[in-house]
């Protein structure tokens, strides 16, 4: 009896490891789609729709001039900072071998950390002035250009029904900075007309709607 039952047991194993074969057999050679597939086909559509709307020809609407300079000072400031916070280790390991005084380190650390705050102060600032704004043509899809910490030009696609008008906002044209607000997004960018230039006054209150 015991030889009988180890016989079976034998059996049953090898079908099990026959028929784990066969459904590697058919997934590899096409016939059973893997699973992992069918998940990843949602992300490929996503991944294309964003694909196509930055393929599409936008028509520029609003642009502010004085963005190339906000984006020389913000490389510039991140520079000194990074020159000033190089400088700081030495001089603390020549204050610890008493070759310099302590009002210079006190100094090197002041001029350190004030660089640091300035930077991230001119960052904060920077960072949410618009550079450019766009409108696609079918007037579904904005796109606004602003920069990031680095000084470099960062693209945010959203469609028009999200982006809320100045009456919603309540912003006068008189005001120095127009605050860019949307409905799904709690970052609010800034532009400014006094000093910046409405290109296509049309596509612009299609956006923002008539100031006041």
């Not at 936008?58 to 020159?83: D, E, H, M, N, W």
């Not at 945010?156 to 409905?183: A, H, N, W």
Request: aromatic content about 12%.
């Amino acid at each position: 009896i015991f030889p009988y039952r180890l016989g079976s047991a034998e059996l049953g194993l090898k079908s099990v490891w026959h028929r784990l074969l066969g459904d590697v057999h058919k997934i590899g050679s096409g016939q059973e789609p893997p699973v992992r597939l069918c998940h990843s086909a949602p992300a490929a559509v996503v991944q294309q729709k964003a694909v196509d709307v930055k393929t599409e020809e936008f028509k520029l609407v609003y642009r502010f001039p004085g963005i190339k300079y906000c984006r020389v000072l913000s490389r510039l400031k991140l520079l000194q900072t990074a020159t000033t916070v190089v400088m700081l280790p030495p001089i603390c390991y020549l204050y610890l071998q008493d070759q310099v005084s302590q009002n210079i380190l006190i100094y090197t650390t002041g001029i350190a950390v004030f660089a640091g705050a300035m930077l991230y102060g001119m960052s904060y600032f920077f960072r949410r002035i618009i550079g450019f704004i766009y409108l696609n043509e079918t007037g579904r899809t904005v796109r606004v250009a602003h920069l990031t910490f680095w000084g470099k030009r960062n693209d945010i696609y959203c469609p028009i029904e999200t982006v809320m008008t100045l009456d919603e906002v309540g912003d006068s044209k008189e005001e120095l900075l127009l605050q860019f607000k949307r409905y799904n997004s709690t970052d609010i960018l800034y532009f400014t007309i006094k000093f910046g230039q409405i290109v296509d006054r049309q596509k612009f209150t299609q956006i923002f709607g008539k100031p006041e």
